[in-house]
């Protein structure tokens, strides 16, 4: 460790960790802000991302190409969205139940999918220095920027944009706030819900493939903790508006960099109850925002578990 | 600008199952007139309305535009032959400006919208139109007379020629209606447009319809000009040869004690805004106070706080003179009954059978309970009783009071209330939605309470049921009281001039 930096390696350490540990929580956020933005609730992001995450490290160690396993995680990932869109079309079918036995086979598939993929080492995804060598080491591990982060960063205004200003977005809102006024033009509500939960599982893929295929960079049970479910949270927290995702996943990321970051500085002691605080924020997070007395400005009206 | 078109149903014919909605119909209305369509809930009309927008495909019978024969498969194939339809209920998107509610409903939106010439077009839309909305307002920030306006501007902003309006004055101040049927007339005599209209009041048929059909249990019973028939001839199209019940007639009123006493109520609606911003109101034994205002004025907040399920953030209510706590226990110590809105929703279960929603108010305590266990006979028994002297229609005690048409829930939900001893009776729109008769049979109910001796507070979106009812008026605009009369002195330009005063 270099002494140098001393305690301000902390909200260094927090800031770069931010970057990193945010990008999964970024993708699956907005995956989930499109798919809610169509009235619709997918709590099977979490087993779309392990998924995702299993099927990009398969694909870049059978291929060679990391990039390759990106795409086939986002495609894997829209698959799930298309099941999970086309069984709540059905009557009588709650989104957030199947939701949740998605997010179960999604998880169970990846793990007995993923099983001979544990011990190989896939070619990983690689990191801009965007400091060029100018910065000592330790910031310029900080300075280091995966693609994918930056990808993300531009879908969220791109995706804020399309939803005011293009017959896509316009239609996706349309469907998720009033499936009657959908329907007086004209417009089959089923049919743009389904393409919004494939939207939404392909960010989700994407967000799988980040934390196999660059951080923390490789495939075992044990590497979502729960992005994917949270990103639900988050997607409330930003009050369904795709930039605002960008800022809520930074600070679900930050409080994930938390941990680690002050263990770095050897601040050992309750090391497990700093890695729960993006669970608490998440709990804080809904306690507040949720109130007896409120509805939730901004929410989409066809949104809701008691259709 | 295009020219109005014609529409003509011959022997047209819907069946759901083995019912009949809609009976060989044949309707004529000329282009370029306004055609009133009456008749109960259940008539048919919005049937025969649906077939014709192309949202159900009629069995039988035809549907002529313009003189020619038409099958409209869709609502877009209706829309593409000019043809429109104001709904009951919205269909704009909440959550979107009224400027992206006008570009959707076009159907027509680019892949890329260039909002610079979007908005130039509607503004100079806006600015030839009699009333106008402000275009960056979301839809959700409008007051329920804004938002019928925003329907009837977005059908005027595409150009129809045959306008359908399913009760489009329902949710308007009596000013409010005169201004935007006003309009409509003057489009129509400008050869621009043909309306049909759906309307249960008789005194906007009159003054801006020229012809008129009747439908009854889906066949057509009467048609003709406006000019050659009487209202009660109407009437008696529109509910056939049985009576109604007749409002009882009221007692001469005793001075009564003073039963509910709210002063300076404050609260907040469920988006936080201010809803109700120190109202204060007394009822007294004996009188109904009508409490009229358009609706999003705090009416709702203010039931909510009798009924216990909202807590204001100042202000007290007091019943006979105590605290009012609003709970079960205060309930019953103070015999106060509350009857909201939409009872389907308010008050009611809906997947428990009817028997078990009777049961509501007394299910825990004798002879409905037994100590911790409930007595199913007791139960049935005392609902068998209830819906015989109602007159409740259900199949049986045990059918789920959601499968009852909205009249007999209401019936229902009456039964299990009025059935009680009340000293305070709050009531929020008690005939919105249902039939001739059973608003006759609702309002009769009402006053026989006030002639036992109850306090009601009638609140409702409905002028005419206020005028009708109540021994005093109140009006509430923007949450607080800004009018209040004895029925004598009370003045309905007046009233609805209040209503929409800020």
Redesign the interface.
Known sequence: MDGDLGLWGVPLAIFAGAIRVSTPFLFVSLGECITEKAGRINLGLEGTLVFGAMAGYAISYNTGSPWLGVLAAALAGSLFGVLHGLICSLPKVNDVAVGIALMLLGTGLAFFFGKPYIQPKAPILPGFDLSFGLLPPRLAEAATINPLFLIGLAAAPILAWGFR????G??V??VG??G??A?????AAMPVRVAATAAGGFFAGIGGAFLSLYYPGSWNEALSSGQGLMAVALVIFARWNPVACVWAAFVFGGAGALGPALQSVGVTQGYYLFNAAPYLLTLVIMAVMCSR???L?????ELGIAR | MSDALSLETVGLTKRFGAFTALDAVSIKVRAGSLHALLGENGAGKSTLVKCVMGYYHADDGDVLIGDRGQEIGSPRAAAALGLGMVYQHFTLVPNMSVAENLLLASGKVPAVVDWKAERAKMTRFMDSMPFRVPLDRPISALAIGEKQKVEILKQLYLDRRLLILDEPTSVLTPDEADEVLGFLRGLVDQGRLTIVMISHKLREIYAYAEEVSVLRQGKLVGAGRTADLAAPELTRMMVGVETLAQPAARAPKPAGDVVLDASGLVAADDRGRRALDGASLAVRAGEILGLAGVSGNGQRELVEILAGQRDPEAGAVKVHGERYAADRAAARKHKVVCLPEEPLKNASVPTMSVAENLALRRFDLAPMARGPWLSDGAIRRAAEKLIGEYRIRTRSPATPIAELSGGNVQRTVLARDLSEEIDLLVVANPCFGLDVKATAEIRAALVAQRNKGAAILLVSEDLDEILELSDRVAVIASGKIAYEAPIAAADRQEIGKRMVAH
């Open positions: 200003n293009t017959r896509t316009l239609v809102r349309m706030d009033s009657d006024a329907k007086a033009v004209g417009i007395k409120q509805s400005a901004g929410m989409p009206a």
